[in-house]
């Protein structure tokens, strides 16, 4: 299982499952970020939070611990 926290910069990931429950799960699959979405990660912060990605043609910025949610391949 790789995580969106572990991709680097410049690279592209695909979203294969999202874990967490309730809110959380629900704040970020209304940013965008839902199953078989593409996502780019532009940059992260020198203490790895946040981070900045661009989904959907939109730049958002995440936590590392909403990034450790997102299972990608």
Known sequence: MKTLREIKPGQTAKVVKLHGEGAVKRR??????TKGTEVFVRKVAPLGDPVEVNVRSY?????KADCEMIEVQ
Do not use: H, K
């Open 59 to 63: 730049e958002l910025s995440l936590r």
């Open 28 to 33: 970020i699959m209304d940013m965008g970020i």
